[in-house]
């Protein structure tokens, strides 16, 4: 039965993920903690689950056109070398008084994102042609680290920031941090492989989480297909505000 309950989850997290580019580390993050596992076993779980669900999303966004290859290396590198150094130095570093920086600078983005919706024209150019590849590089790398030692945050970091500070289509962001983050969870799950032994990790909620995650990854793709520019960033610009207004205030 616990099995159901976390395919269900792990359903349920992707499907916001997948069309949103951010949510199934938090969610599936928030759900293991809450049942009393480790923060270190949290982001080991998440990470190998998300090693499927991420190939998965990838693949269903690449067929959907909803992936932009260049930027897609641009972020996927930097972000597996953090994932990678954010895992290994978890059990040795204390971010938590970080979150509340993290979340404000994050709560500010999404109201930059949602102004930007509500009132600029849709006339936008491309992100390749306008974006310094540092930019994008140093993004990457700070999305893996907090997304490896916080237990989820590559896409609530890096796809909120991308829409903020830049010109590009919001479903070709979503589709690419997707794809992105399959690059980010082998890197975080090589990183806890040293202390696997140690983490007490739930393998019945890492095979549900990953169940579900793929059965969901093509409907996401689709839908972030389907929903309209502006409407799409509008509904993104809202969860992060949500999101991270819901962080500071500690109910999450």
Known sequence: MNLLWFILAGSAAQLIDGSLGMGFGVTSATILLALGTSAAATSAAVHVAKIGTGLASGIAHWRRDNVDTAILIRIAIPGGIGAFLGATFLSAIDL?????????????????????NLFKSDN??????????KYLKFIGLTGGFIDASGGGGWGPV???????????????????VSAAEFVVAVCASLGFLAALYRLNMNWEAVLGLSIGGIIMAPVAARLVGWLPRKVLGIIVAVAIIILNGLRLLGVI
């Open 96 to 116: 938590s008084s970080g979150t509340y920086f993290i979340s404000t600078i994050l709560l500010l983005l999404g109201f930059v994102l949602l102004y930007r």
């Open 158 to 176: 890096v796809t909120p920031t991308l829409l903020a500070t830049t010109e590009h289509e919001p479903r070709k962001v979503i589709g690419t």
């Open 124 to 133: 936008q150019a491309n992100l390749t042609t306008m974006s310094d590849p």
